[in-house]
């Protein structure tokens, strides 16, 4: 399979992972069936948010482009960390909802199998967490939303063996990918990097372009030509961002300093390219106005394209008021003092390495990552064996169903047993009532959970009064 085969492969799975990220969310019965509403509801935004929040969606929409971009590099988002994981959970519950829907009422068949052990359909082998589990999943289904992407799901466990993985295995499952992907590029291109030479990838910020530095002038503009294909600068520099060695408690590399100061200034800048095609850096600034080529406002020109696709719905709402005033300030401090800006990775013997740290992704840098991938393994084991001892501490304790009418059975036996007591109108009681029904009660709702107790047992006080420190006491 060839390189651009497989970054479409990987942009059709992240597509399918991004439309199921809001399974994520985990919900009650009852809050399922508003949520649609709750999913319409207006944000708030600050400006601090939409770092964030346009660049989930210019992913989104870039993801749809890669396959006449010849993009070759994988999308390092976390959406596609889900994918694998999101494809195998809509599948199964997507063949479960039809059969709970040939119930009349598929709400209560679900609850039955998971909490009512007299039906039978009731699932034999989970843990009472596993059953809320596939209940809340079945559930969000059954109303339309997605199920969530949950490591402890049983689906999960059985197809997986283990959890999720976490972002320090994507970020190396993805550094992996790109480093096969350049080899491959250069080998298809006849590209020869000498042994021993560092070569230095740079990938700018605003137009994502890769520039190569420590070879010739002519072997570097072969290298851009060759690397520069479809999103593969901007899914290189999205990788980068998310290989901070701060991310995992390291110190952080200078360049990853200047990245974080700009990085606001970096959105906007796309956020305006987007809309108009236009570099705002290169455009004229005159009076605290930027103008287009033909003379207009730029911002002018940025709300009415903003406009025509959020009508589209091409793209989601925006705090456009807010943008406007993040935008003059910007229009005000100009585009200068930027030669810091971008982020760079080493390439070296057909591999490559982070800069400036012992804990990255490269050849000699993964002690530390070999370790927490060993101690992530660890815990899934250990999982899996206290799994084992939960259920079977958990065999003979009743649940859902069971439990419930047990409970409701001891209350009222209790409760039987105080019926002929009875209290006046003032409150005074007329017959004494039995203390020990009332300790029965009462350990009943400790042992449940109903009441945290000062004392395990009913004070029984005599009738004596008596007055010390303006407080009435009984002896």
């Not at 809001?22 to 400006?47: D, L, P, V």
């Not at 660049?55 to 890669?66: G, H, M, P, V």
């Not at 971009?69 to 909802?97: D, G, W």
């Amino acid at each position: 399979m060839s390189v651009s085969a497989v970054g479409n492969s990987v942009a059709g799975r992240c597509l399918e992972a991004y439309s199921s990220q809001a399974g994520m969310i985990h919900t009650k019965s009852e809050e399922i069936k508003n949520s649609e509403k709750a999913y319409g509801a207006a944000r708030t935004y600050q400006r601090a948010d939409f770092d964030t929040t346009y660049a989930q969606q210019t992913y989104k929409s870039s993801i749809l482009l890669d396959k006449d971009m010849n993009t070759t590099f994988p999308m390092p988002s976390s959406v596609c960390r889900l994918a694998q994981y999101t494809k195998v959970i809509n599948e199964h519950y997507a063949k479960v909802n039809e059969e709970n829907k040939k119930f009349d009422n598929p709400e209560k068949h679900i609850w039955d199998k998971y909490h009512n052990p007299k039906s039978p359909y009731f699932v034999k082998g989970l843990t009472n967490k596993e059953r809320e589990i596939c209940q809340e999943a079945e559930t969000r289904v059954l109303y339309g939303l997605p199920a969530p992407v949950n490591s402890y799901d049983p689906i999960i466990q059985k197809t997986f063996g283990g959890g999720i993985m976490d972002e320090k295995e994507w970020n190396d499952e993805v550094r992996s990918n790109i480093n096969d992907s350049i080899n491959q590029l250069f080998e298809e291109n006849g590209i020869i990097i000498p042994e021993g030479i560092d070569l230095r990838l740079k990938v700018d910020p605003y137009e994502y372009k890769i520039i190569t530095s420590g070879v010739d002038e002519a072997l570097a503009e072969k290298i851009e030509e060759v690397l520069n294909r479809g999103n593969n600068g901007k899914y290189l520099y999205g990788h980068l961002r998310q290989c901070n060695p701060a991310d995992n408690g390291f110190e952080q590399p200078k360049q990853y300093l200047y990245d974080i100061a700009y990085q606001e200034k970096v959105v906007m800048w796309h956020f305006v390219n987007d809309m108009t095609a236009l570099d705002m850096r290169k455009l004229e600034n005159k009076d605290g106005v930027i103008y287009t080529p033909d003379g207009r406002n730029l911002w002018d020109m940025v709300t009415e394209r903003y406009n025509e696709k959020l009508k589209k719905g091409e793209i989601d709402s925006l705090p456009i008021s807010s943008l406007y005033k993040t935008y003059q300030i910007y229009v005000k401090e100009g585009w200068d003092k930027e030669d810091e800006r971008g982020l760079t990775i080493g390439y070296k013997d057909g591999s490559l390495y982070d800069l400036d740290t012992d804990y990255g992704y490269g050849p000699s840098q993964r002690e530390w990552l070999d370790k927490a991938k060993e101690k992530h393994q660890q815990f899934w084991e250990n999982y899996r064996k206290e799994r084992e001892e939960t259920l079977r501490a958990e065999k003979d304790i009743p649940v859902g169903y069971d439990k419930w009418q047990a409970e409701l059975a001891r209350t009222e036996e209790i409760m039987s047993t105080l019926s002929n007591n009875t209290y006046s109108k003032t409150g005074a009681l007329l017959t004494q009532p039995d203390l020990k029904a009332m300790q029965l009660l009462l350990d009943h709702a400790v042992k449940n959970g109903r009441v945290i107790p000062l004392t395990k047992e009913i004070l029984h006080l005599s009738s004596k009064v008596a007055t010390a420190h303006g407080f009435d006491s009984r002896t």
